[in-house]
């Protein structure tokens, strides 16, 4: 599957019931409509991108010893980009979705296979064609694209029936089965909606609005400006961040800012989506210069959904959200502020969402006991009974006992008996003496038989890293 170099976001509100301001959100929200320019994927050089490849193969085939003693590393890489052929698959290994799949095997065709409820059933099905209608997965109706999607949305109502469906979850599912099937995009939906960003989806959508209160909070720091401007005109943070954290900025940022955020979300977790909403808010009103453009609440708000295209660049954006000095222990200690003044004004929270996990580390420490060892499906095929080693590692001892053995014992097979002007060393090899020359000395050192095609494996391993793609690499 190719990637999009441009995407043309349809912008309808997130729903729910409850609430005056989630109202008049949706009212405003459903009367804006735009679309973004034109941007291109970054340049990566195919040297680089086969390097990465590599590093991510192994990492992914040692995922648990390399998320118990490599983390940083693992989130490094992430920060750099996840390479295109196994972002779903990391995608998937980063959110624990994996890990779900593996615990509930059949789970999903068992829902998939159900009726599913008629109420949720409709309000899905008229939804499906707004979802990256422009995308060759989902531009035709009853496609491909669009009957995986209603499959895991329809799954996800019955998994969760006390939550239901929320338009939001539609954009994060479609982005999902971009790469990987209709299952694996099911379990990293369940992911995001409980580990992620528990409570986003409710009916209520309180979780959202404590999370706005925690940005505007948090901008008061980054962008004093900022702040200080929105807070003059009354402007309530849920008129311009709700779209953003509910769809994880998939209908805001141009495809290749899209990917590299969810790269670094998923591994980092919520304190991303604060991260560049903290951007996007201090390049958009953290200057006099830019505010004079913005004299009252309507243009203000239509500033933030005209966002310039220079800060929504990937280069750009990916470097200013890595350096902003918002960490996972300020954003737990306003959100407990924050709910101590909820419950102050409006009472106790209506929906008990289960604790947020602040990225993979978190989620694959808060597994309950032990769990079996993830099994990776490999993404390169090799021919049976061959053994490819990387160009840092060195076989072991043993095995190069064996091939010294084998080496020997060839070499004792193929060569003559000893003449009179041969030593036979104490090792039983026959060598020539110094001052006789050897004759064909070519041919009395055979090379082992199997040392050329491990070699020849190898190069063409290197040269084809994503040649032959498991089900959990999805193109």
Same mark, same amino acid.
């Given at each position: 599957?190719?990637?999009?170099?441009?995407?043309?976001?349809?912008?309808?509100?997130?729903?729910?019931?409850?609430?005056?301001?989630?109202?008049?959100?949706?009212?405003?929200?459903?009367?804006?409509?735009?679309?973004?320019?034109?941007?291109?994927?970054?340049?990566?050089?195919?040297?680089?991108?086969?390097?990465?490849?590599?590093?991510?193969?192994?990492?992914?085939?040692?995922?648990?010893?390399?998320?118990?003693?490599?983390?940083?590393?693992?989130?490094?890489?992430?920060?750099?980009?996840?390479?295109?052929?196994?972002?779903?698959?990391?995608?998937?290994?980063?959110?624990?979705?994996?890990?779900?799949?593996?615990?509930?095997?059949?789970?999903?065709?068992?829902?998939?296979?159900?009726?599913?409820?008629?109420?949720?059933?409709?309000?899905?099905?008229?939804?499906?064609?707004?979802?990256?209608?422009?995308?060759? %997965? +989902?531009?035709?109706? &009853?496609?491909?694209?669009?009957?995986?999607?209603?499959? #895991? /949305?329809?799954?996800?109502? !019955?998994?969760?029936?006390?939550?239901?469906?929320?338009?939001?979850?539609?954009?994060?599912?479609?982005?999902?089965?971009?790469?990987?099937?209709?299952?694996?995009?099911?379990?990293?939906?369940?992911?995001?909606?409980?580990?992620?960003?528990?409570?986003?989806?409710?009916?209520?959508?309180?979780?959202?609005?404590?999370?706005?209160?925690?940005?505007?909070?948090?901008?008061?720091?980054?962008?004093?400006?900022?702040?200080?401007?929105?807070?003059?005109?009354?402007?309530?943070?849920?008129?311009?961040?709700?779209?953003?954290?509910?769809?994880?900025?998939?209908?805001?940022?141009?495809?290749?800012?899209?990917?590299?955020?969810?790269? %670094? +979300?998923?591994?980092? &977790?919520?304190?991303?989506?604060?991260?560049?909403?903290? #951007? /996007?808010?201090?390049?958009? !009103?953290?200057?006099?210069?830019?505010?004079?453009?913005?004299?009252?609440?309507?243009?203000?708000?239509?500033?933030?959904?005209?966002?310039?295209?220079?800060?929504?660049?990937?280069?750009?954006?990916?470097?200013?959200?890595?350096?902003?000095?918002?960490?996972?222990?300020?954003?737990?200690?306003?959100?407990?502020?924050?709910?101590?003044?909820?419950?102050?004004?409006?009472?106790?929270?209506?929906?008990?969402?289960?604790?947020?996990?602040?990225?993979?580390?978190?989620?694959?420490?808060?597994?309950?006991?032990?769990?079996?060892?993830?099994?990776?499906?490999?993404?390169?095929?090799?021919?049976?009974?061959?053994?490819?080693?990387?160009?840092?590692?060195?076989?072991?001892?043993?095995?190069?006992?064996?091939?010294?053995?084998?080496?020997?014992?060839?070499?004792?097979?193929?060569?003559?008996?000893?003449?009179?002007?041969?030593?036979?060393?104490?090792?039983?090899?026959?060598?020539?003496?110094?001052?006789?020359?050897?004759?064909?000395?070519?041919?009395?050192?055979?090379?082992?038989?199997?040392?050329?095609?491990?070699?020849?494996?190898?190069?063409?391993?290197?040269?084809?890293?994503?040649?032959?793609?498991?089900?959990?690499?999805?193109?």
């Amino acid at each position: 599957m190719c990637y999009p170099g441009e995407v043309k976001h349809c912008t309808k509100a997130c729903s729910g019931d409850g609430g005056d301001s989630v109202s008049s959100l949706r009212s405003i929200s459903d009367t804006l409509g735009r679309r973004l320019p034109q941007y291109r994927l970054e340049e990566v050089p195919l040297e680089v991108l086969r390097q990465r490849e590599s590093k991510w193969l192994d990492m992914l085939n040692n995922w648990d010893k390399w998320m118990a003693k490599k983390h940083k590393k693992i989130r490094l890489r992430c920060q750099k980009g996840i390479p295109p052929s196994l972002r779903g698959r990391a995608w998937q290994y980063l959110s624990g979705g994996k890990v779900k799949l593996q615990q509930n095997p059949g789970k999903f065709d068992e829902l998939d296979t159900s009726p599913g409820d008629p109420k949720w059933l409709d309000v899905i099905e008229r939804d499906l064609h707004r979802q990256f209608p422009f995308h060759e %997965m +989902f531009v035709s109706r &009853g496609g491909h694209g669009q009957q995986d999607l209603f499959r #895991v /949305l329809k799954a996800y109502t !019955l998994y969760r029936p006390e939550e239901g469906y929320c338009q939001a979850q539609a954009p994060i599912a479609a982005v999902l089965l971009m790469h990987m099937p209709a299952e694996q995009a099911f379990w990293c939906l369940v992911q995001v909606c409980e580990k992620y960003l528990p409570g986003y989806y409710s009916e209520k959508l309180e979780a959202i609005q404590l999370d706005g209160e925690i940005l505007f909070s948090l901008l008061q720091k980054v962008s004093p400006v900022a702040h200080k401007h929105l807070s003059r005109q009354k402007i309530d943070p849920l008129l311009y961040m709700t779209e953003w954290f509910m769809c994880a900025f998939a209908r805001t940022l141009p495809w290749s800012s899209v990917l590299r955020v969810w790269d %670094m +979300f998923f591994c980092e &977790g919520v304190k991303i989506i604060f991260r560049v909403g903290l #951007v /996007l808010l201090k390049h958009a !009103l953290g200057s006099p210069e830019k505010l004079k453009a913005c004299q009252g609440q309507y243009e203000t708000i239509e500033q933030l959904r005209s966002l310039s295209p220079k800060i929504m660049q990937e280069a750009f954006l990916v470097q200013e959200v890595i350096e902003l000095p918002v960490t996972e222990r300020q954003i737990e200690r306003e959100h407990l502020i924050q709910l101590r003044r909820w419950q102050e004004t409006r009472g106790e929270l209506e929906c008990r969402s289960p604790p947020r996990m602040h990225g993979a580390k978190a989620i694959l420490d808060a597994e309950p006991g032990p769990r079996p060892a993830l099994q990776p499906s490999p993404s390169i095929r090799l021919p049976p009974d061959t053994t490819l080693l990387s160009s840092k590692a060195k076989p072991s001892k043993q095995v190069q006992k064996e091939q010294r053995r084998t080496k020997a014992s060839g070499q004792m097979e193929k060569s003559p008996a000893p003449t009179p002007g041969t030593v036979v060393t104490a090792s039983g090899d026959a060598c020539p003496p110094q001052d006789v020359p050897p004759k064909n000395s070519v041919s009395q050192d055979p090379v082992p038989q199997d040392s050329a095609p491990q070699d020849l494996v190898y190069h063409r391993s290197q040269e084809s890293l994503t040649s032959q793609e498991s089900e959990d690499t999805y193109l």
